[in-house]
């Protein structure tokens, strides 16, 4: 596997979300997917395909230092995300489902519905997601998110190029600081 060279990146170790559906995990046959490293186990338990450049993806932002978290909605059990993401050999610092998020969300909400999602909430401080509902939402309540398309050949570059410039804002805001 290509590894990032890691000399230039020193802030603070960023936490970068990643919502699962038609974002990680795309839907329909057509798509190109990654390979297990645990083929059975994935054949016969967790038969969601991980998106194409994922696993490489990760493994780049965590030579850059930074931290992996899958936030969904969905009612996947954590323990569920867990093991299918092991089955492509990574282990999210965090992961969020919605009966997490729902149970923080609902604490921290006044008017009784907070948002779809709220990263910021976990310590999350970037997150990629499909949903330009998400893009709005990050707006309202102040946490950064990336909105990648399905058919987007070219997002896993963007997401690194929003991180590296991410990192660099983090670590000019550190040094004025000192």
């Not at 186990?41 to 993806?57: D, K, M, N, T, W």
């Not at 059990?77 to 729902?102: F, T």
């Not at 058919?151 to 690194?160: N, Q």
Request: glycine share 8%; charged share 20%.
């Amino acid at each position: 596997m290509k590894r990032m060279n890691t000399d230039v990146y020193s802030g603070k170790s960023l936490l970068i979300t990643f919502d699962i559906d038609d974002t990680i995990r795309l839907h329909g046959n057509s798509q190109p997917s990654e390979r297990p490293v645990w083929i059975w186990v994935a054949l016969l338990f967790y038969r969601e395909p991980v998106r194409s450049g994922f696993i490489q993806l990760c493994w780049d932002l965590k030579a850059m230092g930074c931290r992996i978290g899958i936030y969904t909605t969905s009612s996947r059990s954590i323990g569920y995300i867990r093991r299918w993401m092991r089955c492509y050999g990574l282990k999210p610092e965090l992961i969020v489902n919605s009966q997490l998020h729902a149970s923080v969300v609902s604490q921290r909400s006044t008017s009784g519905r907070g948002p779809s999602k709220h990263p910021g909430l976990f310590g999350g401080d970037l997150h990629i997601d499909d949903s330009e509902g998400v893009a709005m939402e990050s707006e309202t309540y102040g946490f950064r998110s990336l909105i990648v398309d399905p058919e987007d050949s070219g997002w896993c570059g963007r997401i690194l190029s929003t991180v590296i410039a991410l990192s660099a804002d983090s670590n000019s805001s550190e040094k004025a600081l000192k």
